[in-house]
C-alpha cells in the first residue's frame, strides 16, 4: 500500500475516543469524568485527568479537533507519576508506545470544547497517514469496534462519488466523512442498510481525505469505489421495478433513471446483505439466499432510491443416491452423493435412518460409519420422498504400529554401556516405514534410555488407538539376566521389569501383540529351551510362562539362559548392532550397511509378505550365520532364537 503524511494539519474531526480494539473504554476517570468511545470534553470543567488502561500494547496517536483553532493548551500522558508524552494545539497532539494493563493519566487543559480520539498504528490509519485511494476500488477492513481508515484522494474533476460497502454478508454499518487539507469536515454520508454514500463538489486536482468508520461496535471487510463526475446533476431518481420475490439463484435485472434528460446518469448499485442478493453494476440482482436485502441505487449527487428484495428457497423435486450401493470397511465413514432435483434446491432438510444400526449408522448430515461386516440400508427423507443406499460392510483392515525401545547409556554402577542400541532401533524403524499392510504405512515411535515407568507411559500413549483387529509391534533392546526362574530387563537407570510384568503392561494393549524381544534370557519370557523339541516350561514357580495365549506372537533373539549378542565392523555406533536386528532387517527386506530397502529374503513362497513363522526361520539361520563369522566357526558363541507359538501364519512384514 502507499502512504502519504499530510503536512501542517491545524485541525482534525474525530468524535471517537478510546476505541475497543486499542484502548478500549476506559477502565475508570478521576474526578468522575466518563469517558466513553465517542468522548466530547468540555473546556468549562478546566484542568481535566483522564484515566485509562490498555487492553493491547502498542504505539497510539492521540487527537483532539474542535472546528476551528487550537482547543489543546497542554497534554499530558504519566504512567505512575511519570511523563510518558506530551503536546498541545490541535489534530495530532502526541504519540506514546502503550503498554496493555498499566495504568495511564491523561492531564488536558482546553481553551475550547473539542473531542478525542486515540488511534493504535497497527489497526487503524490516521490522517496523518493516509492510505493513497489511487484505483478506483479499494478493500479495508474495520479491525476492533471504534477503529477508523483515513484514504487521501485527488480530485480528477470537481465531483467525486464515493461508494462504501461492506464486503461480504453486511455485517459492518459503515459511515464516511470527507475533510480539506484543515481537518474541515466538507461532506457526512447518506446510508441505507450497511452501504454509505458520499458525494463531493470539489477542485479538481487538490486533494481530499476520507475517513470510514463503523456505526456502533461493527467490524468487517469493506469496499471504497471512488468515481469523478462531469455534467449536470440530475433533480430526480427513479427505479422502475418495486419490489419483488426470487427464487434462490435466479436473476432479474432492475432499471432506474434520472431526470431531466441531458444529466451525468451514471449510477451505483448495491445491497444490504450480499448473502442474501448481489447487484452487478448494471443492476442485474442474484439470489443468493433465503431471507430480505436492500437494493439500492445511487446517483451522481446524492440521489438513492431502493427496493426491497426476498429470496426464498428452492424446494427439491427429488431426491436419490446415484451409486445405488457402495462397500466399507469396518470403522470407516463417508458421506455419499445425495442428489437433490432441482440442483439449486437449497430447502433440504432431510431425516436419516439405517436398516440395522449394528451393521452401519448414518448421522443427521448424511455421513455413514461401518461398524460391523454385513449388510444395511441407509435411507434420506424429505416430505413423501426417499433415497435408498445399500451399505455392505466387510471386515475392517488390520492396522499395524510398532514401539521400539533401545536401552545403552546405562548410569554407572548399574551396567555396562550397551553400544550400538541406538544403531539397532533406528535401523528396525527405517524397515517398518518402509512395510504396506494392505495399503497402510506402519506408523513407528522410537524411545531411547527411557525408565520402566516412562516405559509404561510410552506404552499407553502410543497403542492408544489399537482396536481388536490390529497387530501392536513391540521390540525392546537392553539388558536382560535370569533371576529365581524369572527373565529380567534392565533399563538405563537401574529400574527392572520382569517377563510377567512386561506382559501385564503389554496386556492392555486391545487386539495382537508382536513381541520382539533381544536381550540376554529372552527366551525365558515364552520359556523357550535351546531345543525346539522341548516343550515350553513354566518361567515362574507355580505358574505358566509370561507370554502365552492367542494375544501373543514372540520372537526372542536368545534360548533361556543363553546370552544376546551385538556384532560390530569396527568401533563406531553407527557399525554395531544386535545379531538379532541384524538377522531380521536382513530377512524382512533391509540393508543396515547401505542404509536402503533390500530383497525379502525370508519371504520363502514369494508372496511378498513374511509371516512371523518364516521370519523366525531365516532369522535363526542367520544370526548362527553371523556368530560363525565372528568367531571362526569354533562354536564359542551360541544364540538360539525362539518362537511362539510354532508355525504361526500371522504377517509381520509386508510392502
Known amino acids: 500500500m502507499k502512504r502519504r503524511t499530510l503536512p501542517g494539519i491545524l485541525a482534525l474531526l474525530f468524535t471517537l475516543a478510546l476505541w475497543a480494539g486499542g484502548l478500549c473504554a ?54 505512575d507519576g511519570a511523563v510518558v508524552a ?7 497532539l502526541l504519540s506514546a508506545s502503550l503498554a496493555a494493563g498499566k495504568r495511564y493519566v491523561l492531564e488536558i487543559q482546553l481553551r475550547w470544547d473539542c473531542t478525542l480520539e486515540w ?45 462504501l460497502s461492506a464486503d461480504g454478508a453486511g455485517n459492518v454499518s459503515l459511515r464516511g466523512e470527507i475533510y480539506d487539507e484543515t481537518g474541515t469536515r466538507l461532506v457526512q454520508s447518506r446510508y441505507r442498510g450497511g452501504a454509505a454514500y458520499l458525494y463531493l463538489e470539489g477542485e479538481a486536482g487538490k486533494t481530499y481525505y476520507l475517513r470510514v468508520y463503523a456505526a456502533g461496535t461493527g467490524v468487517g471487510k469493506f469496499r471504497v469505489r471512488k468515481k469523478s463526475f462531469q455534467g449536470q446533476a440530475p433533480e430526480q431518481l427513479e427505479i422502475l421495478t418495486g419490489d419483488m420475490t426470487l427464487l434462490e439463484g435466479a436473476m432479474r435485472s432492475v432499471r432506474a433513471r434520472t431526470e ?32 430480505e436485502a436492500r437494493i439500492t441505487v445511487y446517483a451522481y449527487g446524492g440521489l438513492s432510491q431502493s427496493i426491497t428484495v426476498t429470496v426464498l428457497p428452492v424446494v427439491p423435486r ?14 470407516d465413514a463417508q458421506t455419499p452423493e445425495l442428489l437433490v432435483y432441482p440442483l439449486a434446491a437449497s430447502d433440504a432438510e432431510f431425516t436419516y435412518a439405517s436398516s440395522n444400526e449394528e451393521v452401519a449408522t448414518i448421522s443427521q448430515a448424511g455421513e455413514i460409519t461401518a461398524l460391523a461386516e454385513g449388510d444395511a440400508v ?51 524403524q527405517s524397515l517398518f516405514e518402509t512395510a504396506q499392510y494392505e495399503g497402510e504405512s506402519c506408523p513407528t515411535r522410537v524411545e531411547i534410555d527411557i525408565t520402566a515407568q516412562e516405559l509404561q507411559a510410552a506404552v499407553t500413549e502410543f ?5 481388536e483387529c490390529d497387530v501392536s509391534i513391540f521390540y525392546i533392546s537392553c539388558h536382560g539376566s535370569a533371576r529365581a526362574g524369572e527373565t529380567v530387563l534392565q533399563f538405563s537407570d537401574g529400574s527392572e521389569l520382569t517377563g510377567s510384568q512386561l506382559e501385564r503392561m503389554l496386556r492392555a494393549v486391545p487386539g495382537t501383540v508382536v513381541v520382539l524381544a533381544d536381550f540376554c534370557d529372552s527366551g525365558g519370557v515364552i520359556g523357550g529351551e535351546a531345543s525346539l523339541a522341548q516343550e515350553l516350561v513354566n518361567v515362574f514357580a507355580g505358574g505358566n510362562a509370561a507370554f502365552s495365549g492367542s494375544k501373543y506372537k514372540v520372537l526372542a533373539s536368545a534360548a533361556r ?52 513363522w518364516e521370519a523366525y526361520r531365516y532369522t535363526l539361520r542367520r544370526v548362527k550365520w553371523y556368530l560363525a563369522l565372528a568367531d571362526g566357526s569354533t562354536g564359542k558363541y551360541q544364540q538360539d532364537v525362539q518362537i511362539y507359538p510354532e508355525g504361526d501364519g500371522l504377517i509381520l512384514f509386508s510392502r
Open 378 to 428: 441407509v435411507y434420506a427423507r424429505y416430505g413423501e420422498m426417499e433415497a435408498a443406499l445399500q451399505v455392505h460392510v466387510e471386515p475392517a483392515p488390520t492396522r499395524y504400529r510398532a514401539l521400539l525401545i533401545g536401552e545403552q547409556m546405562y548410569q554407572s554402577g548399574v551396567n555396562t554401556v550397551r553400544t550400538g542400541s541406538v544403531n539397532t532401533v533406528y535401523n528396525l
Open 463 to 467: 497403542f492408544a488407538g489399537a482396536r
Open 561 to 612: 539362559g543363553q546370552d544376546s549378542y551385538r556384532l560390530g565392523y569396527g568401533d563406531e555406533e553407527g557399525q554395531t548392532a544386535t545379531v538379532f536386528c541384524r538377522a531380521l532387517c536382513d530377512g524382512l527386506g533391509w540393508n543396515m550397511e547401505g542404509q536402503r530397502r533390500g530383497s525379502l529374503s525370508a519371504d520363502a513362497d514369494y508372496s511378498g509378505q513374511i509371516t512371523l
Open 260 to 291: 431531466p434528460r441531458g444529466n451525468y446518469g451514471d449510477m451505483v448499485w448495491a445491497s444490504s446483505d450480499e448473502s442474501v442478493a448481489t447487484v452487478s453494476d448494471a443492476g442485474v440482482v442474484t439470489a443468493q439466499g433465503p431471507g
Open 119 to 163: 488511534m493504535r498504528h497497527m489497526t487503524g490509519r490516521s490522517l496523518l497517514l493516509p492510505e493513497v485511494l489511487d484505483s478506483d476500488v479499494t478493500q479495508g477492513v474495520i479491525l476492533q469496534p471504534g477503529n477508523a481508515q483515513w484514504y487521501a484522494f485527488t480530485a480528477q474533476s470537481g465531483r467525486t462519488g464515493i461508494y
Open 26 to 79: 476506559p477502565a475508570f476517570a478521576e474526578n468522575d469524568f466518563s469517558l466513553d468511545k465517542r468522548a466530547w470534553v468540555s473546556a468549562g470543567s478546566g484542568s481535566q485527568k483522564l484515566a485509562f488502561e490498555p487492553k493491547i500494547s502498542g504505539v497510539y496517536d492521540l487527537y483532539a479537533f474542535c472546528g476551528s483553532g487550537d482547543p489543546v493548551s497542554r497534554a499530558l500522558l504519566l504512567c
Open 318 to 331: 427429488s431426491i436419490s443416491y446415484p451409486e445405488g450401493e457402495i462397500t466399507l470397511r469396518a470403522g
Open 86 to 92: 506530551r503536546g498541545s494545539g490541535g489534530g495530532h
